[in-house]
């Protein structure tokens, strides 16, 4: 894991020092709301429904056990006694009092940690995926090379004032984890023909109201390139980008309105400008980052775990999680486990203190002091010997951790929607949790097999619905919440957005609607498919006509009943 260094240090602290003066001047009335509200976008702090949000940075969603430990303390002390991790790798608290912030951040420094640039239009936190340094598909770790975007992207002089909000997402393996052709910069480690290793650049991916899959401007780039590569695309987005509407102002829709090829020539143009040696990082700079990222000190161990294998056996709940949650280490002997935030009933992504401290303990004991946040609002433990599995999941079990549905129908990403979102036209939260209860039994979820739900109270889709295998959006018509719901989504290198099956409908009737397309999905498979491989081979027509009798049954039944 990265380290602070003095730079660091001191920044954050500054910061911080910078941002208790402004809010004493908003408390005193020195400072009007509109004044205010550019100071504390700068410190992550969002005005929300019913009160502050405060967003803090999890840059590329790696933690140990003493920020863990921290943010239970504060969630605690300052909030209702839980965060709630989100699509971004970050963590959000939603009942922060204005006073209290400038101490919350005080704390966040004492375990290197801050919220500058997880709001405004600027680079946001960049994100990777959950399985970075341990999976044994990926050509290298991704995480140096997004922390090396970290530290060129905060403050960046030229770019902390950007036309719109900036996302970049790295990976470093041929399956994509971290949904890098949905954002404005997604960047695959890969070969060229040499064996040199270099990056894919994709620009113009996102969701929100005008959903786009991100174009392949450079197929090749070499490493040592990247910073001045992605100065020149900034360039061109910060000065072409629109700036008279904000929901044009997204580089998708420079890259669409200008052309890919147009926007890749002036891209290139601009970066045969710049001159590269004073904008790429010096290799001992490089070398030092990456030595941060260094593999922990395994033991050397066989493949098989003879003891996780008996146990296994013996406990079926255990065998389920391991096989449901399991993720195949590059190290024998290991094993990386999801920690799904998904228990039957509960908010996605929600995480009491008392689980933060319990689960920091499993990671400080088990898995090297380090676990990630993942882009589906769960959590990962990187680093388990096999051998310590039964015990790592009884811990789990005793703090209500140890679902065994990650990547299931009930495994289920939502944003916080008009719970308590001030942009939110419908509630995401109470959908996503009758949809779980309805398939909560665990033998019928792993029958349904992958199906990845997502859920959004409203168009800027921070429940990412658009690249659900089901995607529900949740909008107001006629002073009703009413939700559209959508097939054939995909955030993986095959990335799709869904296709929407039909009219919306209201609230009550969306569990119903999902049992539909699931009986559908059954009823099309051939062998193993998964439901997103289903809908790949049919195209989404048999899940539409299955929705429309789905909804003629319920107006029949409606009209039998009056």
Excluded at 117 to 127: A, L
Excluded at 278 to 298: D, G, H, K, L, Q
Excluded at 396 to 415: E, P, Q, Y
Excluded at 520 to 526: I, S
Aim: glycine fraction near 8%; charge should be negative; hydrophobic fraction near 40%.
């Amino acid at each position: 894991m990265y380290r602070y260094d003095e730079f660091d240090e001191r920044f954050v602290r500054e910061r911080v020092a910078q941002f208790r003066g402004q809010v004493e001047r908003r408390l005193d009335g020195s400072l009007t709301e509109d004044e205010f509200k550019p100071l504390r976008l700068k410190n992550g702090l969002y005005l929300q429904l019913h009160a502050y949000m405060l967003r803090i940075a999890v840059p590329y969603g790696t933690l140990n056990s003493r920020q863990l430990r921290q943010l239970a303390h504060i969630a605690e002390t300052y909030d209702k006694g839980y965060g709630h991790f989100t699509t971004r790798q970050n963590l959000q608290f939603n009942w922060p009092k204005l006073k209290d912030v400038p101490d919350i951040l005080d704390l966040l420094a004492d375990v290197e940690m801050h919220c500058i640039q997880t709001s405004g239009n600027c680079i946001r936190n960049v994100t990777s995926d959950q399985f970075a340094g341990v999976a044994r598909d990926e050509v290298e770790d991704p995480r140096p090379t997004a922390e090396l975007l970290r530290q060129w992207s905060s403050l960046h002089p030229e770019f902390v004032w950007l036309p719109r909000k900036f996302k970049i997402a790295v990976t470093g393996a041929e399956h994509d984890r971290a949904a890098i052709k949905v954002h404005d910069i997604g960047l695959k480690l890969k070969t060229d023909d040499t064996g040199e290793v270099g990056y894919e650049v994709i620009v113009g991916g996102g969701l929100g109201r005008t959903p786009m899959i991100g174009k392949v401007i450079r197929e090749f780039l070499p490493k040592d390139e990247l910073l001045a590569y992605l100065e020149a695309v900034m360039r061109v987005y910060n000065s072409e980008g629109r700036r008279d509407n904000k929901y044009k102002a997204r580089v998708k829709i420079l890259v669409h309105e200008t052309g890919e090829d147009e926007f890749r020539a002036r891209v290139e143009e601009e970066y045969s400008k710049l001159d590269g040696p004073t904008i790429n990082a010096p290799e001992e700079e490089v070398e030092r980052i990456a030595a941060y990222f260094a593999s922990p000190a395994y033991e050397t161990l066989p493949e098989v775990s003879e003891a996780l294998d008996d146990a296994r056996a013996r406990d079926g709940a255990l065998d389920r999680f391991v096989e449901q949650n399991g993720f195949t280490h590059k190290q024998p002997g290991y094993i990386a486990l999801t920690i799904a935030l998904k228990e039957i009933g509960a908010v996605p992504g929600d995480m009491s203190a008392d689980q933060m401290r319990a689960f920091a303990d499993i990671a400080e004991r088990y898995s090297f002091d380090e676990f990630r946040v993942t882009h589906s609002q769960n959590l990962v433990l990187p680093h388990v010997k096999k051998d310590d599995v039964p015990a790592v999941f009884a811990a789990l079990k005793a703090v209500g951790l140890a679902s065994a549905n990650a990547g299931l129908i009930t495994d289920i990403i939502a944003c916080p929607g008009l719970d308590y979102c001030a942009l939110a036209t419908a509630k995401s939260i109470p959908i996503a949790q009758d949809i779980a209860k309805t398939f909560a039994d665990e033998a019928r979820q792993k029958a349904i097999g992958p199906l990845p739900i997502k859920i959004s109270g409203c168009i800027n889709a921070c429940g990412h619905h658009h690249v659900g295998a089901i995607g529900i959006l949740g909008l107001e018509k006629g002073g009703r919440e009413n939700y559209q719901i959508t097939v054939g989504g995909d955030a993986s290198e095959h990335a799709a957005l869904g296709e929407r099956l039909g009219p919306g409908i209201d609230a009550e009737d969306v569990p119903a609607a999902i049992e539909a397309i699931v009986a559908t999905y059954l009823g099309e498979k051939r062998g193993e498919e998964t439901f997103i491989e289903t809908v790949r081979r049919t195209g989404p027509e048999p899940f539409k006509a299955g929705f429309t009798a789905f909804i003629e049954a319920r107006a029949a039944a409606s009209e039998a009943a009056e």
